[in-house]
């Protein structure tokens, strides 16, 4: 896996003009702005996705993307990733086994010619509400540990705090430590930079929780099983279609987790008090 030392800087600093109450103050400042570029994932060679990302930890990001996506089964099923700039972006080329190109492929074919845009095509329904298999049992979390976890979330955003742009996605241990945090200007980046971040390490997800500084939307939950982790806390409220996967996932979805405070929605059996 490579990366060039060429790739932007995750913020920049501009220079701004502050206003109170309708007037300039004070004259000219600086500011520092969370950088956003075209990010595009290439698998053998074959033009997948572009997303707008901030690029940092963009392998995390390539292995996550492809293991919450279902593009490979396994982090061993990648060869190799290397990190391109490109064109006023970033392309990062995926190397990854021949069967699960062929899957891929297949994907491809199958949604070729189909007309309509997002969710607009009832063709591609399967695609996006694909099942998730049930995630592992694994002893139940305290919720004050929780409810730790998600206060240091907050005081652990390096780039929210400079830039207030980003969102945080984390994985804590079952005692409220946080271990691993990565954030994007992209919720799902975020998260999907986790699960690689995971992965890479070889930590299983199961033997903690994941904590996001947004709301808990269905494809959260999605990657959140697909990592399989038991626990999801929120900042903000999930949608109901969320907490249906969440049940059925057996995943113990946390919305409007702050301060002392937490709403939860699935599977009181994961946590204990």
Known sequence: MSTPDSLPADHVRLPVI?????????????????????????????????????????????LGFSLSEGIIDRPGDVR?????????????????SSACEMRLKARRRAMAGRTGCGLCGVETLPEVLRPVAPVPEAPPIPVSAVLRAMRDLRASQRLHALTGATHAAAWAAPDGRLALLREDVG?????????????????????????????????????????????????????????????TAGIALLGFARGDSATLYTHPERLVA
Not at 190 to 205: C, F, I, M, P
Not at 206 to 221: I, P
Not at 227 to 241: C, D, K, Q, W
């Open 80 to 96: 190799g990733i290397d990190v391109a700039p490109q064109c006023g972006g970033v392309v990062v080329q995926v190397e990854i």
């Open 18 to 62: 502050r206003l109170r109450e309708g007037a300039a103050e004070g004259g000219r400042a600086e500011d520092a702005v969370a950088e956003e570029t075209p990010v595009a994932l290439e698998y053998n060679g074959i033009s997948h996705a572009t997303m707008l990302a901030t690029p940092a930890d963009l392998e995390d990001f390539a």
């Open 187 to 247: 919720r799902h980046n975020a998260l999907d930079k986790l699960v690689g971040a995971l992965a890479r390490q070889g930590r299983a997800a199961a033997d903690g929780m994941v904590l996001v500084s947004s709301r808990a939307s269905f494809e959260m939950v999605q990657k959140t099983a697909a990592a399989g982790a038991g626990v999801l806390a929120a900042v903000s409220a999930p949608t109901a279609l969320a907490v249906r996967l969440a049940g």
